[in-house]
């Protein structure tokens, strides 16, 4: 009985091995079903990719003044500081006025004074006259006129014997210093007219020193540095603030000698600044006309307009000169870019599984990357490839678009 107990477990071994091995087998493809990846797949496109020269450099204003008074006061107001925004021919400084309203009315008095002495109205603009009209001229017009009638008559006496000829070379004496005395009144009357331009100017003089003791901008713009405070004694040309343009920005940069000839006036500048993601169109203003020896680089300006006042002056920024459009190229997702080693790698699927493809790649354009070789337009590229390798089975879901793509799992 135990022998034949024996036997029969012995002969069951076998069928018992056979069953898990066909169950195991069974089993296999099941479990690897379930470790299929889930991966967003878009196609690759092709499309126009714009030509581009990136380059660093610096924003500066466009114009930036240190403004100064031009005479000498108390400074008794002012009304910015740091920071402040300002306008075009507003006031921003201003000198204690007493000083030269005294100095303007004395000016004045004396162009009143000028013309009441030529005979003109105290007051009035028209500085205008017929010297042959003012009361000097005509007393010395007079007294030349009866010297020359005394001397005719005494010439008639001379000549009839009723005179003696002393008589008529003292009338010849009379009647030169009478034309004397007219000639020294209309200089008179000429020297007068002088002087009262010279007080005319030296009205309109202390009427522009007024003018002076009040600071304003030459420019729309914002404070940099405010030098003085209300109350300290200014000589002239002692700097007050200085402003500074920020609308628009002028960036200056240096682009190499192989994009030299690529740079053209006008063309579109897109400018980045640190700590701040936002875009800022630009334009190329000026082209320097060589290229500097020591560095091998081409001096250009960009004009960025900055009406916000968002962006600052010296800001270090990043900017990149469009050149051209290119001619239709690959385009995919820069998401979709594996490197290793060295070597470019987009991933791909065929038959449910991954599929690597060597690529060379070209520009970049924000999320768009030019893929030069290795990929034809309408091929499907993992947008999101994460740590999968070659040969992992996953299941596709496509999209249109790298945004909605998910992550490998």
């Known amino acids: 009985m135990k022998v034949r107990t024996i036997l029969v477990a012995v002969a069951a071994a076998p069928l018992v091995a056979c069953n898990a091995s066909s169950a195991s087998r069974d089993a296999a493809p099941r479990?690897?079903?379930?470790?299929?990846?889930?991966?967003?797949?878009?196609?690759?496109?092709?499309?126009?990719?714009?030509?581009?020269i990136?380059?660093?450099?610096?924003?500066?204003?466009?114009?930036?003044?240190?403004?100064?008074?031009?005479?000498?006061?108390?400074?008794?107001?002012?009304?910015?500081?740091?920071?402040?925004?300002?306008?075009?021919?507003?006031?921003?400084?201003?000198?204690?006025?007493?000083?030269?309203?005294?100095?303007?009315?004395?000016?004045e008095a004396a162009l009143q004074q000028a013309r009441a002495r030529l005979g003109l109205p105290v007051y009035g603009d028209d500085d205008r006259i017929d010297p042959e009209k003012t009361g000097l001229v005509r007393s010395a017009q007079a007294l030349l006129l009866e010297a020359q009638l005394t001397r005719a008559r005494i010439a008639q006496f001379v000549e009839r014997g009723i005179s003696p000829k002393a008589a008529l070379d003292s009338a010849d004496?009379?009647?030169?210093?009478?034309?004397?005395r007219y000639q020294d009144a209309i200089e008179e009357v000429r020297n007068r007219q002088a002087i009262l331009e010279q007080r005319r100017t030296e009205l309109e003089l202390a009427r522009q020193a007024v003018r002076d003791s009040s600071l304003t901008s030459p420019l729309d713009g914002m404070v940099r540095e405010r030098h003085v405070t209300e109350g300290q004694y200014l000589a002239a040309g002692s700097p007050v603030v200085t402003v500074v343009r920020v609308h628009p920005l002028r960036l200056r940069?240096?682009?190499?000698?192989?994009?030299?000839?690529?740079?053209?006036?006008n063309q579109v500048v897109q400018v980045t600044v640190e700590g701040d993601t936002a875009s800022y169109p630009g334009r190329v203003a000026r082209v320097s006309p060589a290229i500097d020896e020591a560095s091998r680089t081409l001096m250009i300006e960009a004009e960025v307009p900055n009406p916000t006042g968002l962006l600052r002056p010296g800001s270090f920024a990043n900017a990149s000169i469009v050149s051209a459009?290119?001619?239709?190229?690959?385009?995919?997702?820069?998401?979709?870019?594996?490197?290793?080693?060295?070597?470019?790698?987009?991933?791909s699927v065929k038959?449910?599984?991954?599929?690597?493809?060597r690529?060379?790649?070209?520009?970049?354009?924000?999320?768009?990357?030019e893929i030069v070789s290795g990929l034809v337009a309408g091929e499907p590229v993992i947008a999101l490839p994460g740590n999968l390798v070659e040969g992992t089975p996953v299941r596709t879901a496509g999209g249109s678009a790298p945004a909605s793509a998910v992550p490998a799992r």
């Open 31 to 52: 479990g690897a079903a379930a470790e299929s990846r889930d991966v967003q797949v878009v196609p690759a496109t092709e499309d126009r990719l714009v030509r581009a």
């Open 54 to 107: 990136t380059v660093t450099g610096t924003l500066a204003a466009e114009e930036q003044v240190t403004l100064s008074m031009k005479v000498t006061g108390r400074l008794q107001d002012l009304y910015v500081d740091l920071g402040s925004r300002v306008t075009r021919g507003q006031v921003l400084a201003r000198l204690a006025p007493t000083d030269f309203n005294l100095r303007e009315s004395q000016s």
């Open 173 to 180: 004496a009379s009647l030169g210093v009478a034309e004397s």
């Open 253 to 265: 940069v240096s682009v190499p000698e192989r994009d030299a000839q690529a740079v053209r006036v």
């Open 325 to 347: 459009d290119s001619d239709r190229v690959v385009i995919v997702p820069t998401s979709a870019l594996v490197t290793f080693a060295g070597v470019d790698r987009v991933l």
């Open 351 to 357: 038959d449910g599984k991954v599929v690597e493809k």
């Open 359 to 369: 690529v060379t790649v070209g520009r970049r354009d924000g999320e768009r990357l």
